[in-house]
């Protein structure tokens, strides 16, 4: 079956610091990947996604890459901000199949303190 | 272009009733699926609708339902309220092809006392 595994948080950096969450997966099939981000009191939010292998997603400074040999797509930011501060996702939706469902991970928190 | 958007955001119920709850996709979205959101089960899947038709339907008893309108508009329904169903409800709309991205709404929080 599909599922998603992500990084345990809560995970706190000080301003500036490099973040990296990473995000394994498990797909029967050909899987987009995406990580949304969720701030509190809000919905979710598509931060990035990637389509197939190889590709690079990158959004507000984040980013991640598609890597079907170790199913893999971790995010990463060089520098965080106190306003990155949230909770992030990582998720998958496979194709060729009937509907659009998508897996998440548990979500990964993320403090940036100043 | 208007997000998708839920009604109520917040709601109080009372074991044992049920509750109603409202999504509008994002204009020309034909898809709308449910999640459920706890701070133990994280992000559980419920159904999507397309087109009217249920498409997919998670691992949740028969008490949640849900259904689509002819204008894409979806609600869903619990009936019979447990204090275990006080979540977070997200709906979010796409495309609906399979890969698509989804678009969520902000979320109907449900607290059963």
């Known amino acids: 079956g599909n599922s998603v595994t992500q990084m345990e948080g809560p995970v706190t950096l000080s301003e500036e610091a490099f973040l990296t969450i990473n995000c394994t997966y498990t797909a029967t099939g050909y899987p987009s990947l995406f990580w949304y981000v969720q701030y509190p009191g809000e919905g979710l939010q598509l931060l990035l996604k990637?389509?197939?292998?190889?590709d690079k997603g990158s959004n507000k400074g984040f980013e991640a890459t598609y890597r079907k040999e170790t199913t893999s797509f971790h995010l990463e930011k060089g520098s965080v901000q106190v306003s990155d501060s949230a909770v992030y996702f990582c998720?998958?939706?496979?194709?060729?199949?009937?509907?659009?469902?998508?897996?998440f991970g548990t979500g990964t928190s993320l403090t940036v303190i100043p | 272009k208007a997000g998708v958007t839920q009604t109520p955001r917040y709601l109080i119920k009372t074991r044992g009733q049920q509750v109603t709850l409202s999504c509008s996709p994002i204009s020309g979205h034909r898809s709308v699926s449910w999640y459920q959101q706890t701070p133990g089960q994280g992000l559980q899947f419920l159904f999507e609708y397309f087109s009217e038709t249920q498409r997919n339907k998670g691992n949740f008893p028969g008490r949640f339902s849900g259904r689509q309108f002819s204008n894409s508009r979806s609600e869903m329904n619990v009936s019979t309220l447990e204090l275990g169903d006080s979540a977070l409800y997200l709906c979010?709309?796409?495309?609906?092809?399979?890969?698509?991205?989804?678009?969520f709404g902000e979320g109907s929080w449900l607290t059963v006392v």
């Open positions: 979010a709309s796409s495309g609906g092809t399979p890969g698509n991205t989804i678009y």
């Open positions: 998720a998958l939706s496979e194709m060729g199949t009937t509907g659009n469902q998508f897996y």
């Open positions: 990637a389509t197939k292998a190889d």
